[in-house]
Each structure stands twice: as C-alpha cells, then as structure tokens.
Nanobody, 123 residues
C-alpha cells in the first residue's frame, strides 16, 4: 500500500491543523494506522495509532488531549486533528500502516510509510 500524507504547514502557537493520509494501491481496511513525528535532531516518535475499525485508539505522551486520530475506511484515509499546537510540535509527521491487528508503538511495527508532511509552529 502507498501512503500520501498532506495537510502540514506553518501555524501560530495555539492553532490547529488537520493532517490526512491517503492510501492507494490496496485498501487500508485491515491495517492498523499510525502517525509518527520526527523533530529536528530527534528520533522518530509515536504520536497516535488506530485499529482496523477505528474503535481502538492509542496516543503517545505528546498527544493526549490535544490530538485526535480517526479513519474513514470508505475513503481509504486516516486523519490527525491537532489542536493547541506549540513550537515543540514542530516536526515532520509521517503516517504508517501495517497488516497486524495489535497496535504498535515502535517504528519497526510498521511496514508501510508515507513521505511525511512538515508541520511548523511559530511562537
């Protein structure tokens, strides 16, 4: 499956962005999906993950209460709604997918990766 992330951009602190990740080549219905991010000089970290049907959701330490992951299997797309952004959220955001059932939190848990979309938050 090919993944295309979009929706990044420049936003002021306190603002919001909605990232999208569109799948192509095959359906993502039976894939767990996740968002990771990598800030300057930092390792790639787990932001949020969602199970096959959208019921199971998990969030990383940087996300709870501010970010919401969702999916629309009919559109083969996963979303990340980000509110209350701050400069520490500046990073390249990547979407990822895997055919396993159990949600994973590590980079190695996912086989398919999108190209990333840049999010920059100004103070």
């Amino acid at each position: 499956v090919q993944l295309q992330a979009s929706g990044g951009g420049l936003v002021q602190a306190g603002g919001s962005l909605r990232l999208s990740c569109a799948g192509s080549g095959r359906t993502i219905n039976r894939h767990i999906m996740a968002w990771f991010r990598q800030g300057p000089g930092k390792e790639r970290e787990f932001v949020a993950g969602i199970g096959w049907t959208g019921i199971r959701k998990e969030y990383g330490d940087s996300a709870p209460g501010r970010f919401t992951i969702s999916r629309d299997n009919a559109k083969n797309t996963v979303y990340l709604q980000m509110n209350g952004l701050n400069p520490e959220d500046t990073a390249i955001y990547y979407c990822a997918a895997d055919q396993r059932y159990k949600l994973g939190y590590a980079v190695d848990d996912y086989v398919y990766w999108g190209q990333g979309t840049q999010v920059t938050v100004s103070s």
